[in-house]
């Protein structure tokens, strides 16, 4: 097993090993993460085929996130996973990121908490199936428009304080490949919440979601679902926010699986997670 830097030619054998884990992720994902450091994104090569990957991303300098941790399933038990996840937290170390963070799978609990991290709080996916009918005509006809600059530019400037660092380079990417999702919601008081969107491999993705009160929840999830042509949206909603199961339920949302948001350091910006109805997603926090 040979562990080297991931470049753009590593993309496809990327994608294949998250094909065939049933991941929504798709290219532009990859690119995000090679844009942001590609020094801190790592594949494991087996025979000169790409048998694994990792990636890193760091926010701020405040704390550092790992995703897309994958290992194609006939080489798994060989310690592929473990190996590229310290190669991860040796570079994460090496740089002085004083705290390094991820979403865990009930799975890879253990792994992680063998090698430093601990439970923050939990999440859990929850995923919309539509029928092809019931899909609304306005997220098929209306062409994308951007949010104008300076609203943009608030909308980031409160996500820094709800998650706990600045990650405008990868919402702006977010927002570039799928402006009709990105949303905000004001009042005379100011900002009650904002929400991009991603289109996935095989599913719309909302997060990250964020609102002060159930009703702006409610409006925002609406929204969304307006401008979703896809028959299947998923969400990874936070269990420390206190009405976000009511608003999925009331949709028609199914609970699909557990997460646990796990961090190994100095946890000093938690953010706001009381706030978060949904992540931005597993891989990037």
């Not at 000169?48 to 006939?74: K, N, Q, S």
């Not at 530019?153 to 799928?178: H, P, Q, T, W, Y």
Request: glycine share 10%; hydrophobic share 40%; proline share 6%.
């Amino acid at each position: 097993m040979q562990i080297r830097t991931m470049t753009e030619k590593d993309i496809p054998a990327g994608t294949r090993l998250k094909d065939i884990a049933g991941w929504n992720q798709t290219e532009a994902d990859w690119r995000i993460f090679l844009n942001a450091g590609r020094d801190g994104c790592f594949v494991a090569e087996v025979d000169d085929v790409v048998r694994g990957t990792a990636a890193t991303i760091v926010y701020g300098g405040r704390f550092a996130w790992v995703g897309m941790v994958l290992v194609d399933p006939e080489n798994r038990g060989h310690g592929i996973g473990t190996t590229l996840l310290k190669k991860c937290l040796e570079y994460l170390d090496s740089i002085q990121v004083p705290c390094i963070k991820l979403d865990a799978t009930p799975l890879g609990k253990p792994i992680y908490e063998g090698l430093g991290f601990a439970s923050e709080y939990e999440l859990e996916r929850w995923t919309l199936k539509r029928r092809r009918e019931d899909l609304p005509r306005q997220g098929q006809t209306d062409p994308d428009e951007f949010m104008p600059a300076p609203l943009l530019e608030n909308v980031l400037k409160a996500d820094r304080e709800v998650f706990g660092a600045d990650r405008s380079a990868v919402l702006r990417a977010v927002n570039r490949a799928a402006p009709r999702f990105t949303d905000s919601v004001w009042n005379a008081g100011g900002m009650e919440g904002y929400a991009f969107g991603r289109r996935g491999s095989f599913a719309d993705h909302l997060g990250p979601w964020i609102a002060k009160d159930e009703a702006t929840g409610h409006r925002i999830l609406d929204r969304f679902l307006a401008q979703s042509s896809r028959e299947v949206v998923l969400t990874d909603c936070s269990n420390a926010n206190p009405f976000i199961k009511r608003i999925l339920q009331a949709r028609g949302f199914e609970y699909s699986r557990p997460l646990a948001r796990m961090f190994r350091g100095r946890n000093e910006y938690p953010g706001q997670p009381e706030l978060v109805c949904a992540i931005l997603g597993p891989e990037f926090g």
